[in-house]
């Protein structure tokens, strides 16, 4: 359990703006497990401040969502978290000046980053009122990259001269064993304990494995192909469904993403729309996965390895769902589709609440909304 006070932000502490009703949102969700694709309908974040674009980077089964904001400066993107229809601007208090958040739990516990140190950034864990340093395995710098309703965090601290997947519970920080003496990261971590990342092999390979929480990993779950793309998991749900990229042996692909089960490995596929032309011809495919919730569903986005503006390139945003793919353009209601082009998925929630982005007036200038599905 994470040693810090469960009390939730408080705008006593933080600076709380009035932002969109989330809570509600998500109060009139309905699943579709098993069933068709829903209609989603596009909800849009109020301005941080009155006049900042909120751009979101997880959201939990809650409705809490991290991100961040910029202010127009350089390097001048503020960390901010939506929380029960409020923004939470940090650092207000906070024992740092720079840090960068990486992903939230169920009770509003943040992960991440902070940079005070910089070059060498320090691990830390806050639920808005405490800031609990995580420490290093070797004294060098530490990244956390995800935290469970447990409290316990993953990522990626320096040892041994190279960067060694962590978990941290309880207080202490722990390497999770690689595949050999080369790079690795914790990057997602379920209720179980159980950890996904990757760990470069023997061959300096990057490798996608799974670190059960009965300490009998690292497994490898794409096999031993020789591949010129470095694999990896980036997340995984309670039933232990694990999904990540690969490289695939396609001329034409650059990269899949894949779900794992059991010891079966699944491609999932790619859009139709990731084959598209662009400036040097047919471009490499790649579809990425980002996220699966305990339903089983997965989100990510499939499309050409270089979209480009002067093409008609349509992104590939996609939630898949009992072995099928869609791009969830095609589901959106008919009064948000002339309104709205999603070029991104992000993450789901449990809910079925992804969090995406939005094309502005060109390919490259997007902004966050939520895609809520509706029957």
């Known amino acids: 359990m994470l040693q810090i006070s469960r009390t939730p932000f408080r705008s006593s502490t933080l600076k709380a703006i009035t932002s969109a009703s989330t809570l509600a949102i998500l109060a009139s969700v309905t699943t579709f497990a098993n069933a068709e694709p829903p209609k989603y309908r596009v909800v849009e974040f109020d301005k941080v401040l009155g006049e900042h674009t909120f751009t979101g980077d997880k959201i939990n089964n809650q409705g809490s969502v991290i991100g961040r904001f910029s202010t127009g400066a350089a390097f ?178 650059f990269v899949h993403a894949f779900r794992w089960e059991d010891n079966v490995l699944t491609d999932l596929g790619v859009l139709p729309e990731a084959g598209q032309m662009g400036p040097y011809g047919r471009e490499l495919l790649q579809t990425r996965a980002k996220a699966i919730n305990d339903l089983g569903q997965v989100v990510g ?21 009992n072995g099928e793919m869609f791009n969830l353009n095609d589901h959106l209601r008919a009064e948000d589709v002339d309104q709205y082009v999603i070029s991104g998925a992000i993450d789901i929630n449990n809910q079925g609440v992804i969090l995406a982005t939005v094309n502005d007036d060109d390919l490259f200038n997007r902004r966050s909304v939520l895609l809520v599905p509706v029957k």
């Open 76 to 253: 001048g993107y503020e960390p901010a978290l939506l929380i029960k229809d409020k923004y939470h601007i940090l650092p207000d208090g906070f024992q740092t000046d720079r840090m960068l958040m990486t992903a939230i739990n169920d009770r509003n516990i943040i992960v991440g980053w902070e940079e005070s140190s910089m070059p060498s950034g320090q691990a830390f864990a806050s639920n808005g009122r405490l800031f609990k340093s995580l420490g290093t395995l070797n004294g060098g710098y530490s990244y956390a990259f995800d935290v469970n309703n447990r409290g316990t965090i993953v990522g990626n601290s320096d040892a041994r001269g190279v960067g060694a997947a962590f978990i941290w519970s309880k207080g202490k920080m722990a390497e999770l064993q690689p595949l050999s003496d080369g790079y690795s990261y914790g990057i997602a971590v379920n209720d179980n304990n159980d950890a996904v990342g990757f760990s470069w092999d023997d061959e300096w390979q990057s490798r996608a494995v799974l670190w059960p929480a009965n300490g009998s990993g690292p497994i490898q779950l794409t096999g031993d192909v020789e591949r010129g793309f470095p694999e990896t998991a980036v997340d995984i749900n309670e039933q232990g469904q694990v999904v990540g990229d690969v490289a695939v042996d396609d001329p034409e692909s």
């Open 301 to 321: 986005n499939s499309e050409p390895h270089f979209p480009d503006p002067d093409f008609d390139t349509r992104p590939g945003p996609f939630l898949w769902e």
